[in-house]
């Protein structure tokens, strides 16, 4: 026995509940942008009208699946409704499902999702970002097989002239529910209220990686792309819900700030060379490193 | 410091209004110790407040008058222990005081130490310039000391004022929470006649009830040099009774509850009295299966049976059904790290040397992992 006999309310289960509650105005903002919206304007057919929705309740689905998977192998003693959620991979899969393009074919979101979360809970000790990762490869697989962009068929099919509302109120290119940026900050503001939530990291990223941006827009002349740049392609997004995942990512206060600082700067470094996976691919650099920062932070404060 | 954390205390909107007398208990058992010298024999009839053990300047003091029936095992501060068992005659037949002057307050430093130690009253430093008093209870889910001021605010006062004139302390802090409001409007209708007493009202997080803590909070690190002397208001009324009234520490207040009690109670009850006695008379326990918590769910320690005694150091008592949720993985939330109070990691032993096992790691780990504490430390 032990001196525990009072618990906090929060666990896994709810945690992972309340950020999927964060998410749900993503996911309808998303669906109207991605399906919706192309249904009425004769783009697509109706079962292609409900792909969007399709993608994150097949994300869920296989984490749910891999966590089932896991615990008969592993961990025997937990019930199959314990096992459920047992992580968070259903809420990986979701993210996953957010992030990636609406042309994704999803016969291969959901093999690779299943097999890169699969993988993830027997191989990835140092917990590097599976989400990150997974998608990375989503994209890289897609741009390899038949040409990758985050446009739909709408977006494709019109030139569009943006300006910064239209940015906010979901307009501009990106995942399939990453654009919409005023519902992003309200989610924000829900996942603030999750004890576990590392809101200094959005923050602080997001500072970096626009700090840098105004910076370069401005020496080459373009500042005119500042907002495309830092609004378009799931950046913001990536930086609160995928950078934010608790496993990989810092957890001492000083380890928080630098974490995100790295992902600022390589989301910028890697926006240079190809925009699509900027985010995801800062992220994973910085996810690679969490550790070390925090032993670092740890180190110095066990001196002091 | 702000990075304290709420603590879900329904318990307490269960508790009692008033202080429940539990002082005529049909027996009696103190705590006994090869090294102490016996004042007793076998069936011997004892005074109430006579000594009834010995241990160099510390005395042991029959709460009751009664009759001396032997030996028996008890648990006693967690762990088996033989004890002394006392019949109660229920006469409460006093024996002669020890004599302490007249005037209670005027006595030197050296004295009041003597006094307050041998009648079982205090036992630490006394040494500072700075006085804490701490009325914080020590967990979220007690009542003791909040129900101690509120019973005796005037006596508390009082020996707070005469010790601050005996101790020459030059500042003193008598820290309660901001949210105990009855106590908070009582102490300050009162502070205008003590004016050397500084009220401090202290925002509702745990674990500011912790001396560490709270000594942390009110006294600057340069007074610190100068000492600090830290009593809870628990202290300060037992030295009251001693100067005052010349008896030696015999009752105490304890919070009693939990959730397989119906109702929570602070309870006023005699050093010695056994656990199982005041369960059975005064609470019904809702369930066969049961886990024993002393001195709260937080921080505190379980014990096998309800055969345990009362001793001075226990605050509360809970009968409890204990959460059982299942350990999992660390999501590496750091929340353990980030509100310890003590800046210490438990996951990877730093800063540890400074952990005041406060459980709040345990708390507030989402995983459910055990981080740190164990069985009765």
Same mark, same amino acid.
């Given at each position: 026995?032990?001196n525990?006999y009072i618990r906090?309310k929060d666990?896994?289960?709810?945690?992972?509940?309340?950020?999927?509650?964060?998410?749900?105005?993503?996911?309808l903002?998303?669906?109207y942008?991605n399906g919706?919206k192309l249904y009425i304007?004769?783009?697509?057919s109706?079962?292609?009208?409900?792909?969007?929705l399709i993608?994150d309740?097949l994300g869920?689905?296989?984490g749910?699946?891999?966590?089932i998977?896991?615990s008969s192998?592993i961990k025997?003693d937990?019930s199959?409704?314990e096992?459920?959620?047992?992580s968070?991979?259903?809420?990986y899969?979701i993210?996953?499902?957010s992030?990636?393009?609406?042309?994704t074919?999803?016969?291969?979101?959901?093999?690779?999702?299943f097999?890169f979360?699969l993988i993830?809970k027997?191989?990835?000790?140092?917990n590097?970002?599976i989400?990150?990762l997974?998608?990375?490869?989503?994209?890289f697989?897609t741009?390899?097989i038949?040409g990758f962009?985050?446009?739909n068929v709408?977006?494709q099919?019109n030139?569009l002239?943006?300006?910064a509302?239209?940015?906010?109120?979901?307009?501009?290119?990106?995942?399939?529910n990453?654009s919409?940026v005023l519902?992003?900050a309200f989610?924000?503001?829900i996942?603030?209220?999750i004890r576990?939530?590392?809101?200094?990291?959005p923050?602080?990223?997001?500072?970096t990686?626009?700090?840098?941006?105004?910076?370069y827009?401005?020496l080459?002349?373009q500042?005119g792309?500042?907002?495309?740049?830092?609004?378009?392609?799931?950046i913001?997004?990536?930086f609160?819900?995928v950078a934010?995942d608790?496993?990989?990512s810092s957890y001492t206060?000083?380890g928080?700030?630098?974490?995100s600082?790295?992902?600022?700067?390589?989301?910028f470094?890697?926006?240079l060379?190809?925009?699509p996976?900027?985010?995801m691919g800062?992220i994973?650099?910085?996810?690679?490193?969490h550790k070390?920062i925090d032993n670092l932070?740890l180190?110095?404060?066990?001196?002091? | 410091?702000?990075?304290y954390?709420?603590?879900?205390?329904?318990?307490?909107?269960?508790?009692n209004?008033?202080?429940k007398?539990y /002082?005529?208990?049909?027996?009696?058992?103190l705590?006994?110790?090869?090294? #102490? =010298?016996? *004042? @007793?024999?076998?069936?011997?009839?004892i005074?109430?407040?006579s000594i009834?053990l010995a241990?160099?300047n510390?005395?042991?003091y029959s709460?009751?008058s009664?009759t001396?029936m032997?030996?028996?095992d008890?648990?006693?501060?967690?762990?088996?222990?033989?004890?002394i068992?006392?019949?109660n005659?229920?006469?409460e037949?006093?024996s002669k005081?020890s004599g302490?002057?007249?005037?209670?307050y005027n006595i030197?430093k050296?004295d009041?130490i003597?006094i307050v130690k041998?009648?079982g009253?205090f036992?630490e430093?006394l040494?500072?310039k700075?006085?804490?008093i701490?009325?914080?209870?020590n967990e979220?889910n007690?009542a003791t000391?909040s129900?101690?001021?509120e019973?005796h605010?005037?006596?508390?006062?009082?020996v707070?004022d005469?010790l601050?004139?005996? /101790?020459?302390?030059h500042k003193?802090?008598f820290?309660?929470?901001?949210? #105990? =409001?009855? *106590? @908070?409007i009582?102490?300050l209708n009162?502070?205008?006649?003590?004016?050397?007493i500084?009220?401090k009202l202290?925002?509702?997080?745990?674990?500011?009830g912790?001396?560490d803590?709270?000594i942390k909070?009110l006294?600057?690190?340069s007074k610190?040099d100068?000492?600090?002397?830290?009593?809870?208001v628990?202290?300060?009324?037992?030295?009251?009774?001693v100067?005052?009234?010349?008896t030696?520490i015999?009752?105490?207040?304890?919070?009693i509850?939990?959730n397989?009690?119906t109702k929570?109670?602070v309870?006023?009850?005699?050093?010695?009295?056994r656990?199982?006695?005041?369960?059975?008379?005064e609470?019904?326990i809702?369930?066969d299966?049961y886990?024993i918590?002393i001195?709260g769910?937080?921080s505190g320690?379980?014990i096998?049976?309800l055969n345990a005694i009362?001793?001075?150091?226990i605050?509360s008592?809970?009968?409890?059904?204990?959460?059982?949720e299942?350990? @999992?993985?660390?999501i590496?939330c750091g929340l353990c790290?980030?509100?310890?109070?003590?800046?210490?990691d438990?996951?990877y032993?730093i800063n540890m040397?400074?952990c005041?096992?406060c459980?709040?790691c345990?708390y507030?780990?989402?995983?459910?992992?055990?981080?740190?504490g164990?069985?009765?430390?």
């Amino acid at each position: 026995m032990n001196n525990v006999y009072i618990r906090s309310k929060d666990n896994l289960k709810n945690i992972m509940f309340k950020t999927i509650l964060a998410l749900i105005p993503l996911i309808l903002a998303g669906f109207y942008k991605n399906g919706i919206k192309l249904y009425i304007n004769d783009y697509v057919s109706f079962y292609a009208m409900l792909k969007p929705l399709i993608f994150d309740l097949l994300g869920f689905i296989i984490g749910i699946i891999v966590n089932i998977i896991y615990s008969s192998i592993i961990k025997k003693d937990l019930s199959i409704k314990e096992s459920c959620f047992s992580s968070f991979h259903p809420l990986y899969g979701i993210l996953i499902a957010s992030i990636i393009s609406i042309n994704t074919r999803i016969w291969l979101f959901s093999l690779v999702t299943f097999i890169f979360l699969l993988i993830s809970k027997f191989i990835n000790k140092n917990n590097i970002n599976i989400i990150a990762l997974t998608s990375l490869s989503l994209i890289f697989i897609t741009k390899f097989i038949y040409g990758f962009t985050f446009l739909n068929v709408y977006e494709q099919s019109n030139t569009l002239n943006l300006v910064a509302l239209d940015y906010l109120i979901g307009r501009g290119s990106g995942g399939i529910n990453t654009s919409h940026v005023l519902l992003l900050a309200f989610s924000l503001i829900i996942l603030c209220n999750i004890r576990t939530f590392k809101k200094e990291i959005p923050i602080y990223s997001s500072a970096t990686y626009s700090l840098c941006m105004i910076v370069y827009c401005t020496l080459t002349n373009q500042i005119g792309f500042i907002l495309d740049n830092i609004f378009a392609n799931g950046i913001l997004f990536s930086f609160v819900f995928v950078a934010t995942d608790s496993l990989s990512s810092s957890y001492t206060n000083k380890g928080k700030i630098i974490y995100s600082i790295i992902i600022g700067i390589a989301t910028f470094g890697l926006f240079l060379v190809y925009p699509p996976l900027s985010a995801m691919g800062g992220i994973l650099i910085a996810s690679i490193c969490h550790k070390t920062i925090d032993n670092l932070v740890l180190k110095n404060m066990a001196k002091k | 410091m702000t990075k304290y954390v709420k603590i879900n205390k329904d318990m307490n909107k269960r508790i009692n209004k008033q202080i429940k007398e539990y /002082l005529s208990p049909d027996y009696i058992y103190l705590p006994y110790n090869n090294k #102490d =010298s016996l *004042n @007793v024999k076998g069936k011997e009839e004892i005074y109430k407040n006579s000594i009834v053990l010995a241990n160099k300047n510390k005395f042991v003091y029959s709460p009751v008058s009664g009759t001396v029936m032997g030996l028996c095992d008890n648990i006693v501060d967690g762990k088996n222990q033989k004890t002394i068992v006392i019949e109660n005659n229920f006469k409460e037949n006093v024996s002669k005081s020890s004599g302490i002057k007249k005037d209670p307050y005027n006595i030197s430093k050296n004295d009041l130490i003597k006094i307050v130690k041998s009648y079982g009253a205090f036992d630490e430093n006394l040494n500072g310039k700075t006085l804490v008093i701490n009325g914080i209870d020590n967990e979220p889910n007690e009542a003791t000391f909040s129900y101690l001021i509120e019973e005796h605010t005037d006596q508390i006062l009082e020996v707070v004022d005469a010790l601050i004139n005996i /101790l020459d302390i030059h500042k003193c802090f008598f820290a309660i929470k901001d949210s #105990d =409001s009855n *106590n @908070v409007i009582t102490l300050l209708n009162q502070m205008g006649t003590y004016p050397n007493i500084e009220l401090k009202l202290m925002k509702d997080y745990y674990p500011i009830g912790n001396k560490d803590i709270l000594i942390k909070e009110l006294v600057l690190n340069s007074k610190m040099d100068d000492g600090v002397v830290y009593l809870t208001v628990e202290d300060a009324f037992n030295i009251y009774n001693v100067l005052k009234r010349k008896t030696p520490i015999t009752e105490k207040l304890v919070t009693i509850g939990g959730n397989l009690l119906t109702k929570s109670k602070v309870v006023k009850v005699k050093i010695g009295t056994r656990i199982a006695d005041i369960v059975a008379d005064e609470f019904k326990i809702k369930k066969d299966e049961y886990h024993i918590i002393i001195n709260g769910l937080l921080s505190g320690y379980e014990i096998d049976s309800l055969n345990a005694i009362i001793t001075p150091n226990i605050r509360s008592i809970f009968i409890e059904e204990v959460n059982t949720e299942k350990p @999992v993985k660390c999501i590496n939330c750091g929340l353990c790290h980030i509100n310890c109070p003590v800046s210490a990691d438990p996951r990877y032993g730093i800063n540890m040397n400074k952990c005041i096992k406060c459980g709040l790691c345990n708390y507030i780990c989402p995983s459910k992992i055990h981080l740190v504490g164990d069985k009765h430390e």
